[in-house]
């Protein structure tokens, strides 16, 4: 009996395996043709900035961003999010899109630190060519080169980058290919163009959602950069956390969700990305420190009105810190002992580095790149810093002409931390990152187009990406 029961069980296996076998084969055929991995050039990945949003915020349970809320529970979403100093919009930006920091990428300050000669100030061009900035390659760079298609909206710095294939910057001009195609299709006029600098923050989150949304629906690019600003003006101007500052990011929402949609509807609806994150955090201040004034009042610095006319030291200042510059290098040795003892005794200065330490807080010396400075003050809490150089008083409670919501502080401060969330074609449901960098986008974004960028200071997050 157990011979016979033996032989019919291998008698058996053949047929058993022949039929798992047809099995298999039967299911393969049933998965959908999108569960195999989509062609770059038929994807679209989205990489939103909604500026200064603090980590912080995001984890508040009242926050009123129902449809961002959704796309983390749907997608991946970082606990928190590092970032780089200084802390502020540009050097950030560019961080999201290189995956170097700023001592590597160059980009300091919202545009170009620019020095004069010495005994003058330094004067700050905002508008210098992306390839001046920017000195490594950027995500949208190896995408262009790789043959896909390029888009961005208000994303900085940008000018004449040459990668881009459709634009609509944060100085929109009428003779630009997208103006030209909305001011056609009547979703701009003439004049909103030639007012637009000069329009409020909201109105103009508004036009760029619709060039965002414009160049998806017409032109469908592989790689869109899209920077909303409102959310930064506000928390500048009332501060983080507070109503005004909800209900910019409640706005932030629905601009988002227009865009989304607009994704959707243009036939991504199962092959889009959308990586959304922001260049910074926030924090507030109640007391001014005002470093100029008291340089001036130490017979280092001239002014005629509110301008600085000459100058043996000067401050550039970025809120929670400031740069200090001595234009005439033949003067620096001399000055360094009055310059540490004078800003050393100011009211709210935390610390003063200089260069033989910036490398232990991300930063370049001057040798490394000639637009740093030669000391970086920072703030304590409670404490900011605006370049004014008139009137007597170095510290002040906080006055109309300066703004209560602040960041540049020290990048290690937890309150400077951002969000981030990623959803859609390729990225993990419901993964949870926990502690990421922002030098961590660009390789993730470049992984989600199936490029590899090389030589960077972030990583692939792995963990949220898959099925």
Known sequence: MLLAADESRCDNEPRMLRRAILILA???????????????????VVLVTIDGFPAYVWNDPALPMPFLQRLAREGAMARTMTIANPTITWPNHTTLVTGVTPARHGVLFNGMMVRQGPGLPLKLEPWKNKNELIRVPTV?????????????????????A??????????????NPIEKEMLAAGQITATELKEFNTRNPPWRDVYWTRAGVHIV??????????????????????????????SALAFADTCVRELFEAVQAAGFAD?????????????????????????????????????????????????GSAMIYVPDKSKLAGLTPKLKDLLGKIEGVERIYEPAEYASIGLPTPAQNEQMSDFYIVAKDGYAFTHYPTGEAVVTEVTPDVYPGHHGYLASDPQLNGMFVAWGHGVKHGAQLGEIRNVDVAP??????????ENVDGRVLVEALGK
Not at 28 to 42: G, H, I, Y
Not at 280 to 305: C, D, E, M, T, Y
């Open 140 to 160: 949208y760079d190896l995408a262009y080169k790789a043959g896909l298609k390029t888009a961005h909206v208000d994303w900085i710095p940008t000018t004449n």
């Open 217 to 246: 629906k017409e032109h469908k690019p592989n790689l869109l950069l899209f920077h909303l600003l409102n959310t930064d003006a506000i928390n500048h101007k009332f501060g983080p956390g507070n109503h005004a500052s909800l």
């Open 271 to 319: 092959k889009a990305t959308f990586v959304i994150t922001t260049d910074h955090g926030f924090k507030s201040a109640k007391r001014i420190i005002r470093p100029n004034v008291a340089l001036r009042q130490a017979g280092l610095l001239r002014v005629q009105g509110p301008t600085v006319t000459s100058c043996e030291a000067v401050a550039n200042t970025l809120g």
């Open 444 to 453: 993730t974004v470049a992984a989600l187009l199936g490029l590899k960028m």
């Open 26 to 44: 039967l299911l393969a055929s049933l998965v959908p043709a999108l569960a195999a991995e989509v062609p770059a050039k038929d994807r679209m």
């Open 162 to 175: 040459g990668t881009f294939h459709f634009e609509f910057g944060e100085r929109p001009n009428a003779a």
